[in-house]
């Protein structure tokens, strides 16, 4: 089916309890493992782009290569730009056919990222495609995004509601709750009172970032508190390589480039299985024909 955008999927996975997994892709290969693993759990699934990612392939490429990917596929797949800071890469991915992007302002002051996110808010409605913003500073290292422990900070609730607020057609919401992109070095301190009186106030779906490396617990409370978008980067970049080294060590004098290429895809694929299960997303397509 052709690509969608992820506000309406978002919105049904918040309304039933479940959640829906962001991966970022980083090749082609990479980008087949996220939907092939969706079509085998009947899944919907959002492949991300980091704009490291964008400006290495190029626009074209990757709209191409997900518009083939999706065509193909028989459960919703939207393609979405992850923390971009730029809004002219915003605009130039929206009009290369992405279905949903992020504007990230959470190193901003909290007017002038209202201020920005307003503009990509109004480019988005505009193009009919799906924004996702966010509040507060998730530490942590994603692509170019550098936040050190000592500089995340919490989203603040009364900032929350006034933010959405401006934007009532918001595809998802990002607010800081103590999670961090990147593997944890201690034991994620998650802000789950936060979590509840934002998602008690605001009925926009939630995006949890910083999905690598935290529980099924955890997991399953964030989901149930209204998280409808798991972000996982982290570990898909490890295991593209990681689908290399292990058949290497396995078999060192194999020459032949494919079967790596496959070992990747199987590794990540595996992953991104795992965690739809996990989020309680598989099989959940069919229910999204209407949506």
Request: proline content about 5%.
């Amino acid at each position: 089916m052709p690509l969608v955008s992820m506000g309406p999927m978002l919105r049904h996975a918040r309304a039933n309890g479940y959640a829906i997994a962001a991966y970022n892709m980083i090749d082609y290969n990479s980008a087949r493992a996220i939907v092939d693993a969706a079509v085998a759990k009947a899944a919907p699934v959002i492949v991300q782009v980091s704009v490291k990612t964008v400006r290495h392939w190029g626009y074209a490429p990757i709209a191409g290569w997900l518009r083939m990917l999706a065509d193909e596929a028989p459960v919703p797949v939207a393609l979405h730009l992850d923390h971009c800071t730029d809004l002219d890469v915003l605009r130039r991915c929206i009009e290369a056919g992405w279905t949903s992007v992020m504007f990230d302002g959470s190193a901003l002051p909290f007017e002038k990222n209202l201020e920005m996110s307003l503009q990509a808010y109004a480019m988005t409605q505009r193009a009919g495609v799906g924004l996702e913003a966010e509040i507060g500073a998730i530490g942590g290292v994603e692509d170019d995004k550098v936040v050190d422990e000592d500089a995340s900070r919490l989203a603040d609730f009364d900032e929350c509601v006034r933010f959405v607020g401006e934007m009532p057609d918001l595809a998802v919401f990002a607010p800081a709750i103590g999670t961090a992109h990147g593997f944890y070095k201690g034991e994620p301190n998650i802000a789950y009172d936060l979590l509840e009186r934002i998602t008690a106030a605001l009925p926009v779906p939630i995006a949890l970032h910083g999905g690598t490396g935290l529980s099924e617990e955890q997991f399953r409370r964030c989901i149930g508190y209204g998280c409808g978008k798991v972000n996982i980067s982290t570990m898909h970049k490890r295991l593209f390589i990681e689908g290399f080294t292990r058949l290497k060590a396995e078999k060192p004098t194999l020459e032949e480039p494919l079967p790596f290429i496959a070992a990747q895809h199987n590794a990540m694929a595996e992953d991104v299985a795992a965690s739809i299960d996990l989020f309680g997303s598989a099989g959940r397509a069919a229910e999204l024909s209407d949506v």
